[in-house]
């Protein structure tokens, strides 16, 4: 499975950005597809995953309303909304995918993709 993920950039900070992750190569059914992020000089850290088949979205418990994940499954696309930014949501992006675990903090997920960046502007 290759992922890549797309929409990144600079927005203010209260502003709205929607990252999209293209999935290519075998069939997503069932597959858990996820979002993690990563601030230089930190472990990367959960965001927010989705069953492909399923839904059943689950969040980072920082994420608070914030952000929503969703797929298009006749695009094989996930994405991952995000409103109310703030400065320190600042991140590289990363879209990843399992077949067989849901995706959470404790998990590492099997595929992932190069990442893109969103920088928030105070």
């Known amino acids: 499975v290759q992922l890549v993920e797309s929409g990144g950039g600079l927005v203010q900070a209260g502003g709205s950005l929607r990252l999209s992750c293209a999935a290519s190569g075998r069939t997503l059914n069932h597959y858990y597809l996820g979002w993690f992020r990563q601030v230089p000089g930190k472990e990367r850290e959960f965001v927010a995953s989705i069953n492909w088949s399923t839904g059943g979205p689950y969040y980072a418990d920082f994420v608070k309303g914030r952000f929503t994940i969703s797929t298009d499954n006749a695009k094989k696309e996930v994405y991952l909304q995000m409103n109310s930014l703030t400065p320190e949501d600042t991140a590289v992006y990363y879209c990843?995918?399992?077949?067989?675990?849901?995706?959470?903090?404790?998990?590492?997920?099997?595929?992932w993709g190069q990442g893109t960046l969103v920088t928030v502007s105070s």
């Open positions: 990843a995918a399992d077949p067989w675990d849901k995706i959470t903090s404790a998990t590492v997920p099997t595929y």
